[in-house]
Every structure is written in C-alpha cells, then in structure tokens.
C-alpha cells in the first residue's frame, strides 16, 4: 500500500512539474510573438513614414531630394529585411525589394506617375505585413 502511495506521489510530482515547464514556455512564446510584431509594426511604420515624405517629394517635383530619400528607403529597407525576413513571406518581402528599386528609377528619370504608383504599392505591401502580423485571434487560428 505505501509503494502504491509513493509511486502516486511520484506520477503527481512529474505531471506537475511537466505542466510548469509547458506554461513557462507557453508565456516565452507569446511573450517573443508579441515583442516581435510591436517591432516589426515600429519597423514598418518608420518606412511608411519615409515613403509619406517621399510621396510629398515626387508631387512637389523635389526630384533631387527624392532620388537621396528613396536611396534611404532603399538602405533601410534592405537593413531591415533581414528581421522581417523570418516571419514573412519571402515573396512580399522580394516584390517590395524590386519595387523600391523600380521606384528609385523612376524617380531618377523623373516619372511622375510611375513612382507615385511604385510608393503607393510600397506603401500598401507594408501596411500589409503590419495587418497580418497583428496579434490577434484571426491570425492566431
């Protein structure tokens, strides 16, 4: 009967134990998601900030300034992309690569209706990646 007792005792100890190791994970986890998309979202909204200033540019025809603030998008994007990269799909991440670089020439050849159309879609690819890295329960199920 005490063997049995102990042996109870013993299951109860290790279930326990396996349950406190399982929540401490389980608040890690959520813990890195959520420190992980506030600064992605920060990220993001640091480079929809630049391409607001750059939209402002190509319209006021400031085509100098332009050209050095879209070779800044450009560099902190590309400073960037490695952070976003683990959590994104590459494929978003590659369309606004080319899309910057496409956006940078048409500045450069002073393409008015071109490179608004390019930041807008820069604009919209980030504002995306903030959308579908929200903590919430849509992207969590």
Not at 41 to 68: G, P, R
Not at 104 to 133: F, G, P, R, W
């Amino acid at each position: 009967m005490n063997f049995i007792i102990k042996k109870n005792k013993l299951k109860v100890g290790v279930i326990i134990k396996k349950t406190i190791v399982s929540i401490i994970l389980f608040i890690v986890t959520i813990t890195i998601v959520t420190f992980y998309s506030f600064a992605l979202n920060k990220e993001c909204t640091e480079l929809i900030n630049q391409s607001n200033t750059l939209e402002n540019l190509v319209l006021s025809n400031s085509w100098d300034k332009a050209y050095k603030q879209s070779n800044k998008l450009l560099k902190d994007w590309q400073n960037d992309d490695n952070k976003i990269s683990m959590v994104i799909n590459h494929s978003e991440i590659e369309n606004i690569h080319v899309e910057l670089w496409k956006f940078t020439q048409y500045i450069k050849m002073k393409n008015k209706d071109e490179a608004l159309a390019s930041i807008h879609v820069i604009k919209y690819s980030l504002k995306h990646i903030i959308n579908n890295e929200k903590v919430n329960i849509r992207n969590i199920l």
